[in-house]
């Protein structure tokens, strides 16, 4: 059985830091990539990063280059959203997601086939 599970939200004050966890299991890790995705009140889901975990390679949106930071442990089958300089319009749940890696690269543009519950992140200014 496939489980994504996210950790590390939080309420911060803006330009502060968290970093959100996303722990997989079922499925041979280093075949896919993780996404992450989130969704902000009353919008519609949105792909933030992604990185393809047989060979770290990464994207983000542009909103988010410069501040966050998207990394896969291997070894603990874990993936990584280092977010700093976090600004109110990045409130929102954030869901990790994986998929078959493609053969071009990861893509956070398009819809993944496993997804976590989500976890909330909350910046206030």
């Known amino acids: 059985e496939v489980q994504l599970v996210e950790s590390g939200g939080g309420l911060v004050q803006a330009g502060g830091s968290l970093i959100l966890s996303c722990a997989a299991s079922?499925?041979?890790?280093?075949?896919?990539?993780i996404g992450w995705f989130r969704q902000a009140p009353g919008k519609e889901r949105e792909g933030v990063s992604c990185?393809?975990?047989?060979?770290?390679?990464?994207h983000s949106r542009d909103s988010v280059k410069g501040r966050f930071t998207i990394s896969s442990d291997n070894a603990k089958n874990t993936v990584y959203l280092q977010m700093n300089s976090l600004k109110p319009e990045d409130t929102a749940v954030y869901y990790c997601?994986?998929?078959?890696?493609?053969?071009?690269?990861?893509?956070?543009?398009?819809?993944?086939?496993?997804w976590g519950q989500g976890t909330q992140v909350t910046v206030s200014s």
């Open positions: 997601a994986a998929g078959p890696s493609a053969v071009f690269g990861c893509n956070y543009k398009i819809e993944y086939d496993y």
């Open positions: 079922g499925f041979t890790f280093d075949e896919f990539d």
């Open positions: 990185v393809t975990n047989s060979d770290g390679s990464t």
